[in-house]
């Protein structure tokens, strides 16, 4: 321990794999004395974690070092670092880039966060810690619970990717697949379930491909089964997948065998052609891909499905990109995630010419959102007069607003199973409360929420597996 409390500042780039980073890099670091705070200008040690898997990222972690620099003329034991993706792609390099940065810490290094920080302070000199670990050594992190009051968590259950896809820059910084003991996950859902969470959300950079490294330990659905399995385990969801391991083992999970599994699946394509495809080294094709697709609502009528798309991959041409809008059109995404191509240096793409113009990539990513918003309000009117299960979350934004510590809030907020965020009016009789399951009724539809009414509580018996939703995919 540390002779005096000292506070971290952590400002988190990307993903949810880098927002659980961050959870562990609390915990390590609290464990020697350090406490979290909002102000920069009040910490000792200052850590970006970044992600390197787009740009715009990157971009916005250098402009960040730059604001903080300041900072060190104030405060002769700033430690400034950086974490995350962009500290393995760059390593040293960064040190050099920016000279009055202390410290470069990979993913994999979490666990020695404070014995770096403690060198970084004392030899005066950068450092950079980067290396990445094997299944024998690598170094898992058991999750502690804190007493917040977070109904939601994340749980990393495997880290790293060994699919190779050309755009790709997370084999490279986050290295080969690696899959946390299956015993050690249930027992953390265990943990975070006893500590009051309602919803865990099982993490990977290909989350599906669990088990894969581990012969004879449970496979991904089998984990699934195990996590379901846990007392008092109300909602279970995953992100992110690859379609390559999307089996039917995993798609049968789906069909309500498992009840605390919701009704949610994020498969990225990330193209609508075969040709791009190929060039992204995705391994399948769009009939296979839709094949899955057919699976999953066979499995579960009510399903929602998510994807990513990528515009403007290298060589793109104009009929490709509209092999992806009728993709969208046909399979009908409730959401999906689109970006322009941008190129990840060590990747195998970024040995290809980049020759889609900025603007034709705008362009094209515009036309894609455009019809998936059609998509979206056509897959969002099937919510209209139904009663959905939302798992309170807090106040809506609009009663937040209103007022800051509301002893009663009369508008609500949560998610439904299918990952839609629903508005509704509480009852001043019967108040909900944060982390409470409720029915709402809904009667107004939004783009990308939901607004109801409480169904009466009074006459709703506790929520089993047929009752978990009554919608149905048209």
């Keep these: 321990m540390t002779e005096k409390e000292q506070f971290v500042y952590v400002q988190t780039f990307g ?18 004395g350090y406490t979290s705070t909002q102000d920069p200008s009040q910490a000792d040690l200052i850590l970006l974690n970044t992600c390197s898997v787009r740009d715009k990222a990157e971009q916005k972690m250098l402009s960040a070092l730059g604001r903080f620099h300041p900072l060190k003329q104030h405060n002769d034991d700033l430690v400034l670092g950086v974490t995350g993706c962009v500290a393995t792609q760059e390593k040293d390099k960064l040190l050099k880039k920016v000279p009055y940065l ?7 290094n979490i666990a020695a966060l404070p014995d770096v920080v403690r060198k970084a302070r004392q030899d005066r000199e950068g450092i950079a810690e980067t290396k990445f670990y094997n299944k024998k050594s690598y170094d898992w992190i058991p999750v502690e619970p804190q ?6 968590a994340m749980l990393t259950i495997m880290k790293g990717c060994n699919k190779f896809c050309s755009f790709c820059i997370v084999p490279f910084t986050r290295g080969r697949e690696v899959s946390k003991p299956a015993d050690l996950i249930v027992e953390e859902v ?23 490294d581990r012969p004879g330990e449970p496979n991904f659905a089998e984990l699934l089964t195990l996590v379901d399995g846990v007392p008092g385990m109300e909602r279970l969801r995953f992100t ?6 999307c089996t039917d083992q995993l798609i049968e999970c789906f069909d309500g065998r498992l009840p605390s599994l919701c009704e949610y699946f994020h498969l990225p394509v990330q193209s609508g052609s075969d040709d791009v495809l190929k060039m992204m080294r995705r391994g399948y094709t769009i009939d296979t891909f839709k094949e899955r697709m057919l699976r999953l609502k066979e499995a579960c009528p009510d399903i929602s499905l998510s994807t990513d798309i990528i515009v403007g991959f290298p060589g793109e041409t104009e009929a490709q990109l509209e092999e992806t809008l009728d993709l969208l059109r046909e399979v009908k995404f409730e959401r999906i995630f689109s970006f322009s191509y941008s190129e990840r240096p060590g990747t195998a793409a970024a040995r290809v010419v980049d020759d889609i113009p900025r603007e034709v990539k705008a362009e094209r990513l515009r036309r894609v959102q455009a019809v998936q918003a059609e998509c979206t309000a056509e897959m969002m009117q099937r919510y209209d007069g139904q009663v959905v299960e939302v798992l309170v979350e807090g106040p809506s934004k609009k009663a937040e607003r209103a007022s800051c510590t509301p002893m009663f809030s009369s508008q609500m907020a949560g998610r439904t199973r299918t990952n839609v965020v629903t508005n ?16 709402v009724h809904v009667d107004t539809v939004y783009p990308h929420s939901l607004a109801g009414k409480l169904v009466d509580r009074g006459d709703t018996p506790s929520l089993n597996t047929a009752q978990r939703t009554s919608l149905t995919l048209r």
């Design 424 to 439: 509704f009016s509480n009852d001043r009789n019967h108040p909900v409360q944060k982390g409470d399951l409720v029915k």
């Design 147 to 152: 007493n917040d009051g977070e109904i939601s």
């Design 190 to 212: 265990r943990r975070l379930v006893d500590n009051g969470v309602k919803e865990v959300t099982l993490l990977g950079q290909n989350v599906n491909s669990y088990g894969l």
């Design 240 to 245: 992110t997948s690859h379609p390559w391991d």
């Design 15 to 32: 993903c949810q794999m880098n927002l659980y980073d961050t959870d562990r890099m609390f915990q390590v670091l609290g464990k020697e």
């Design 102 to 108: 202390d410290l470069v810490i990979g993913p994999d």
